[in-house]
Structures are given as structure tokens and as C-alpha cells.
């Protein structure tokens, strides 16, 4: 009878953890090939610049000057921290920063898509993830995923003249896996820590850490003007994409959990959980467009993803070789929705048009939404 109790009361500890795991598989099954459906609720898109960039991970709006910046690294297939990717003797791409006009459409696309100029910054160890643009300072902070440690950039943009100078790298033990960045003003910065355990590390434990849930990742505060005062205030499973919803209410995305979720931030930068939603699909980067509504782009079916940053080792773009060149198709389907408290989440593209969805942003005014691949060519451009 006393076993029966004990082996009772572990089932009782185990089963919310248990029917968590469940949930969260259960959007991956419910996503495999044979039982995916798509959807298309937006107007139309199209995919831009395909032969100019690839692989670009984020993109942040400026709607007052109608650009987007984007974050694109061809150098991933060969060198990816987070899915554990680690080739660097093929490594011959860095990463680049690119700023699109998209409210001019008239422009050729040469004049409409840049590379900036990165100035002060001489490196070939420039592999970006995460960006974020604060306009007011033109402050850019972009996530480095050096090969000789991350760390976070921070540049000075100029729009303009499409050239960003660089100020300094940013490096603090608690920069651990730094992933996604929302900043604050005035040098202060939340950021996400995908993990605890780093794939270079580990590939195995960074991967039972994904799969189990285990809540590694976290959330960071910290003052580049004070760093000794930065402090990790929340944790969670696969943290990934950080956004404002108003000036007190963070949400921050929850990859392995296939959900977001909801802090209040104090005076003192602390937070405070105000709940959690769970999604269709895993979610990698957030947005808030200017209806306040919770943009989200990520990855319906897992297994696929995975099975894409493996096999980019071998990919060599315009190869003879069938091997080479068949390591380079991107087969993941995207996924973007938005979430509001009185709508709830409304998904308005699930499909294989664009590959390997990381994030989405819409800039309501003017009609018109983008959605980065992770390992896709181009950007997609649609009209809402």
C-alpha cells in the first residue's frame, strides 16, 4: 500500500509536466506532411530579392521612413549556434545587415534593397541573428553569433547613407545565447537567452533541453551604461522573440513550449507573470504592429527545420554535384498569425510559398507585411 501511495504521488508531480510535453508534441504531429493544411488569408504576396540575400533571421520596421532592416546570414548553413550547426573550416560567408524600401515600390530593386555599410568594423566573424533598431537614438543592436563567442553589437545608423558605425561589443556573462532584443531607451535592453545548455557545448543536452522543456532560456535586463547591474529575470523553455505590447506588458516567445508568454514589467525592470497562451505552431520572433496587435512567425513542423540545418553542411549553391545542390532546398513550411486579447489568435498564412518562417511584421498603414526565412532565399512581401 505504501509504494502504491508513493508511486501515486510521483504521477501526481509528474502529470502537469507530462500533459505539457503532450501539448506541445501535439502541434508538431498535427503539423507532419500528411496532415497539414494551409492557409492564406492575406491579399497576395510575392518573394523579393531572392539572388541577393538569403538566410535572414529578423527584420525590424521603421515606419516613419518606411524601411525595413533586415538580418541575413548566408554563413548559417555552415555555422548555426542555436540548431547546432558547426562547420566553421566551410565557413566562407559572413553575415550582413540590409535595409529595404518598401514604401517606394516603384524602385528597382538595386536602389531598393541595400547592404549597409558597416564602418569602425573590420571582422570576418559577423554571423547576426537578432536585430533591434531604436529610431529615436538610431541605435542599432544587432545578436552576434561569433565563432569566437556571442555577443551583442551595438552601430549607430544612418539610414540615409545606408552605413551603420559601429560604437562597441557588448559582452557580459549573463550574454550567454543571446537571441532576441527588445530595447527600452537609453541604453537599456531586455534580451532572450535561448538556452542554458549551448549546442557547442552539448549538441545532445541542448536538444534534451528543447524537447523536454526544460525551462534553460531566459530573460535578461541589462543597461549597457551600467552593466554590472544586469540581472536574468525570467525563465522559460527555448526563449526566442521579445516584444512591448504597450509600455508595461512584455511578451516573449516560447519555441519549445509552442507558445508566448505575458510579464508585466515593474519600475525596477523586474517581471511579473501575467500568463501564457499556447499556439498552432512554434513561434520564433514576435512583432507588435501600430494596432498593438502580437505578430508572430515560426515553425509549424519541427523535424523538418531540424532536418534542413543538417543537411545545409553540405549545400553548395550552384554546384555540379546533385548532392551539394539538393542540400540547399528548404522544404519547411511557415507559419505567421497575430494575437490579440479581444480576438484571440487569428493565423493568416500557414504554407510552403516561403520556407523556414522566423518573423513577420506589418505595417498597417501602408498595407503591406514581410516574413523572413531562416534558411530561405529572399524575403516574402505581402499585402494585407
Known amino acids: 500500500m505504501a509504494r502504491r501511495s508513493i508511486y501515486l504521488l510521483l504521477l501526481a508531480f509528474a502529470a502537469p509536466y507530462l500533459y505539457d510535453r503532450y501539448l506541445a508534441f501535439s502541434v508538431i504531429l498535427s503539423n507532419r506532411p500528411a496532415a497539414f493544411q494551409r492557409k492564406y488569408n492575406i491579399k497576395s504576396h510575392e518573394v523579393k530579392f531572392p539572388t541577393r540575400i538569403r538566410n535572414c533571421e529578423d527584420v525590424v520596421l521603421d515606419e516613419g521612413m518606411g524601411l525595413a532592416i533586415l538580418s541575413c546570414d548566408p554563413g548559417r548553413d555552415k555555422w548555426n549556434t542555436v540548431m547546432g550547426t558547426f562547420y566553421p573550416e566551410r565557413l566562407t560567408e559572413n553575415g550582413g545587415i540590409y535595409l529595404y524600401d518598401y514604401a517606394n515600390p516603384g ?27 531604436e529610431a529615436d537614438t538610431s541605435t542599432l543592436y544587432v545578436v552576434n553569433h561569433a565563432q569566437s563567442g556571442s555577443v551583442i553589437e551595438i552601430f549607430s545608423l544612418a539610414p540615409t547613407a545606408a552605413t551603420a558605425t559601429h560604437i562597441r561589443t557588448l559582452k557580459h556573462p549573463l550574454i550567454h545565447t543571446p537571441n532576441s532584443i527588445h530595447a527600452l531607451g537609453d541604453g537599456k535592453i531586455f534580451f532572450t537567452n535561448d538556452h542554458f545548455m549551448r549546442a557547442a557545448v552539448s549538441p545532445l543536452l541542448s536538444k534534451i533541453e528543447t524537447f523536454a522543456g526544460i525551462p534553460g532560456g531566459s530573460i535578461v535586463y541589462l543597461d549597457i551604461n551600467k552593466p554590472d547591474t544586469a540581472k536574468t529575470v525570467a525563465r522559460l523553455p527555448f526563449a ?45 520572433n514576435l512583432s507588435v504592429d501600430s494596432k498593438g496587435k502580437l505578430v508572430m512567425a515560426g515553425h509549424p513542423f519541427a523535424p523538418a527545420l531540424m532536418k534542413i540545418s543538417k543537411d545545409r553542411a553540405n549545400c553548395v549553391h550552384e554546384s555540379e554535384n546533385e548532392e551539394e545542390r539538393k542540400a540547399c532546398e528548404c522544404g519547411a513550411p511557415s507559419w505567421a498569425a497575430e494575437w490579440s486579447s479581444d480576438g484571440g489568435i487569428k493565423e493568416f498564412y500557414k504554407g510552403f510559398h516561403f520556407c523556414s518562417s522566423s518573423m513577420a511584421v506589418r505595417d498597417v498603414s501602408r498595407g503591406i507585411g514581410m516574413v523572413s526565412g531562416l534558411y530561405d532565399k529572399g524575403l516574402m512581401v505581402f499585402r494585407v
Not at 107 to 133: M, Q, S, V
Not at 246 to 275: C, H, I, M, Q, R
Open 240 to 284: 526566442n522573440g521579445i516584444a512591448m505590447l504597450n509600455s508595461t506588458w512584455l511578451a516573449v516567445a516560447s519555441s519549445s513550449k509552442a507558445g508566448v508568454y505575458f510579464f508585466e514589467v515593474t519600475p525596477e525592470y523586474d517581471l511579473k507573470s501575467k500568463g501564457y497562451i499556447r499556439t498552432p505552431s512554434g513561434v520564433d
Open 107 to 133: 524602385l528597382p530593386d538595386e536602389e531598393a534593397l541595400k547592404r549597409i555599410t558597416l564602418k569602425n568594423f573590420e571582422t570576418d566573424d559577423f554571423h547576426p541573428l537578432g536585430i533591434e533598431y
